[in-house]
């Protein structure tokens, strides 16, 4: 693998915020690349500011960087300006931590939160070199996964995805690394081969692998022989990872604070509410473990606002005393805490 640094620094000055693309933040990491480790770009189909914030790519980065057998770094869809820089000189999409190509790694990883960053892959994966479409792509091309809320309906990006992955994914993204890297100990091979190994993997949908009919009205179904997919949920909270060592970026990002998950689900159960449904069950962190991250990340990040973030923080079970908590915390090191998603029907003047 080889750095672009030389020829991106050469054309930033043309770009609206070179910030978006230099890397070298606070609490990143530096990768030890070598060949026996699967290498992942984390992709947030989303510019820089909206794409760092997000919780669920850290969460994967910390994870995967603590293994031997896999490195991880971190890429985010450019803006206009520099997606046209980039066609001009010939340049591919590339990481922010290291500024190597995307086709240099074994899997390009998307989260996706939204329908409307579907088309924002498909620009991500032609800038990369990469043909669009899966069954155009060759036995060594990287790997395109998708993850995220969105991922619970993978249809319309069924043909340009190798897999899905529907649920949590701090368990299953290593158990796919497993299953990686012993396909690379092993020499590889053809690509529809790996598809039927990560199929095996709870959780994982890949696409080629399931075949519909047409019934006479139309519809267009799965055979009745296909394997259902069943999300993958992490029960203990308290035991999962958590990305103390926050990174801290050069320029202003959409949530310019520590966002502390303390609810994971929702109780509710509105119908019209994707994430309340898609993240069930319901799973809290204790009160102690909330604190104690409270701390450890304040002290890695100098961030100035904590905000205790959940799909319904008022619905946790001791949220006064847990609020108290974090307010007793955040006035020893002088920072502000924030609740957000509060229903007026829930809560009180305390």
């Not at 640094?5 to 000055?13: A, K, M, P």
């Not at 770094?73 to 010939?90: I, N």
């Not at 993958?232 to 060592?245: E, K, S, V």
């Not at 905000?307 to 006035?331: G, H, I, N, P, W």
């Amino acid at each position: 693998m080889s750095s672009l640094w030389s020829e991106l620094e050469r054309v930033l000055g043309e770009v609206q915020k070179p910030a978006r693309y230099i890397g070298c933040e606070d609490g990143m990491t530096v990768p030890d690349h070598h060949p026996d480790a699967v290498a992942w770009l984390l992709c947030y189909p989303d510019t820089y500011e909206v794409g760092l914030p997000n919780q669920g790519l850290q969460i994967l980065y910390e994870i995967l960087n603590e293994r031997s057998d896999a490195v991880a770094e971190r890429g985010y869809a450019p803006w206009t300006d520099m997606a046209a820089v980039l066609r001009r000189e010939g340049l591919p999409l590339f990481s922010v931590d290291t500024h190597r190509p995307a086709s240099d790694f074994d899997v390009l990883a998307f989260n996706l939160s939204a329908e409307l960053v579907y088309t924002n892959v498909l620009e991500c994966l032609d800038l990369a070199g990469l043909p669009v479409r899966t069954a155009e792509r060759a036995d060594e091309d990287p790997l395109v996964l998708v993850g995220g809320h969105c991922a619970y309906n993978p249809e319309p990006l069924a043909d340009f995805v190798d897999a899905a992955v529907l649920g949590d994914g701090e368990e299953v993204v290593s158990e796919i690394t497993e299953v990686l890297a012993t396909w690379k100990a092993s020499g590889g091979g053809p690509r529809v081969e790996l598809h039927r190994l990560l199929a095996v993997v709870p959780g994982v949908y890949v696409p080629s692998l399931y075949p519909f009919e047409t019934l006479p009205d139309g519809q267009i179904l799965p055979k009745e022989d296909a394997p259902k997919i069943r999300k993958r949920i992490t029960r203990d909270l308290d035991g999962a990872t958590f990305p103390t060592d926050y990174i801290v970026p050069f320029t202003k990002q959409v949530h310019d604070r520590i966002s502390l998950e303390v609810l994971r689900g929702c109780t509710q159960g509105c119908r019209f509410c994707q994430a309340g449904m898609t993240t069930r069950p319901v799973r809290e962190r204790k009160i102690e473990k909330i604190t104690e991250l409270m701390e450890t990340t304040l002290e890695n990040t100098g961030y100035e606002e904590v905000s205790l973030v959940s799909l319904s923080t008022c619905d946790y079970s001791q949220v006064q005393k847990m609020v108290a908590a974090a307010v007793e915390t955040a006035r020893k090191d002088r920072v502000s805490v924030s609740l957000p998603s509060l229903r007026l029907d829930s809560f009180s003047v305390e």
